[in-house]
């Protein structure tokens, strides 16, 4: 087998752990092992119906060539509209960018904007891919703890301490992966303030905006004046229309930032595909109804795992504000999370993961998507209380 010399920024570049903890589950199963998939971070409800059938009219009426980088006018202009119309934002569709899933937004803004001596600031626990790309464009990644002590929110204090002369860009995530947390208004107002007065650019990952619990509107940087002029939004079709193989995402670009980041587009991808965007349209301007659906489902799931983590000795579980996640803190059954996280798909059947797959501020907890069955979580409850006790014997 021949060996090649793989280029030095390869080693600065990470992975994803779900995909590779779903890679060890799905082997089990194929032994003939049950497994119950608490591990992979997507909805398991079907995208609806009017959503394919109109990606299949597209695909009919010959929507299957090249199309603009930065995607569709029509498609752009839903998009400035859903964002009006939610309450979210106004734009002009002019600095909508549409990309193959929501991941190109993060890695197209790190590469546009900074290089080797320039700093990331970024959420710890968090997605693993802002640390990854920040490393893999020679920046320096600068974790901001998230502590159970504060609802796994910011600590603005301790973000203004991190910020130095070199400090480019801060990315942000709310509803949060993997913990659950939502920012509040405060906080949001709060962040805007050190961003302006350090000239921040700011990542505001919002993927998973409409997946919220309780009465409190979602809260952004954005809604503070002013901040449109230094923030990018991130977010997509994956998870508020369960279109995770759709491979939709989009991000809204300061004016000065468009071309630079159509051009990385190009270099890249050339663009996404015309049929999907279509679909696109659809799940925009289509009924809200299977979104509330899903996300009431999501409330009751969580009800159910975090309230049986809860019972579980050695285990306590702050309870989620919005994402489908659970971040209990594992810590007291005297096992590491990596540790945890091994014993649990071994010996119980219950495929997690490990809080140091998103941060080393992760250590000492869990991550469970409970984007599964009621009946399946139930199941994977007892399975964790019973391998939990078996272990103190």
């Known amino acids: 087998m021949t060996a090649f010399s793989l280029a030095e920024r390869m080693s600065r570049l990470g992975t994803e752990s779900a995909f590779e903890v ?66 979210r934002m106004r734009t002009s569709p002019d600095r909508v960018i549409i990309t193959p899933g929501a991941k190109p937004i993060m890695f197209f803004t790190i590469m546009a904007l900074c290089g080797p001596g320039d700093e990331v600031l970024y959420p710890d626990p968090s997605f693993p891919m802002y640390e990854s790309i920040t490393a893999f464009a020679g920046a320096v990644g600068v974790p901001v703890p998230l502590r159970e002590g504060n609802d796994f929110r910011i600590d603005t204090a301790e973000l203004e301490r991190l910020v130095t002369d070199r400090s480019k860009l801060l990315i942000i995530n709310s509803p949060h992966n993997p913990c659950g947390s939502a920012l509040t208004r405060a906080d949001c107002e709060a962040i805007a303030d050190i961003a302006q007065r350090h000239d921040l650019v700011v990542l505001s990952d919002e993927v998973y905006w409409a997946i919220r619990y309780g009465d409190e509107p979602h809260a952004s940087v954005l809604d503070v004046a002013g901040m449109a002029d230094r923030t990018i939004l991130l977010d997509g079709w994956s998870k508020t ?57 999501f409330a009751r799931r969580r009800d159910v795992i975090v309230a049986g983590l809860n019972e579980i000795p050695g285990i306590r579980c702050v309870q989620p504000q919005g994402a489908f996640y659970a971040f209990p803190s594992v810590a007291e059954t005297g096992l590491t999370a990596a540790q945890l996280q091994a014993r649990l798909l071994a010996d119980a059947g219950v495929a997690a993961l490990a809080g140091t797959a998103f941060g080393a501020w992760g250590e000492g907890f869990l991550r469970f998507s409970y984007a599964n069955s009621v009946e399946n979580i139930r199941a994977a409850l007892t399975a964790i209380t019973a391998t939990l006790a078996a272990e103190v014997v």
């Open 241 to 297: 229309f369960a279109m995770t193989g759709w491979r939709l995402g989009f991000g809204v670009f300061p004016p000065a930032l468009v071309e630079p980041v159509s051009r990385l587009v190009i270099n890249s991808v050339s663009c996404t595909s015309a049929f999907s965007q279509y679909a696109a349209i659809a799940a925009l301007d289509g009924p809200w109804t299977p979104v509330d659906q899903m996300v009431t489902e």
């Open 22 to 87: 779903l890679a060890r589950a799905k082997a089990m199963e194929a032994s003939g092992a049950r497994v119950i998939h608490l591990e992979i971070g997507e909805p398991d409800f079907p995208t609806a119906p009017h959503i394919v059938d109109a990606a299949v009219e597209a695909m009919r009426a010959g929507q299957t060539h090249y199309v603009p980088a930065p995607g569709i006018p029509a498609l752009r202009e839903a998009v400035a509209s859903f964002l009006e119309r939610t309450g």
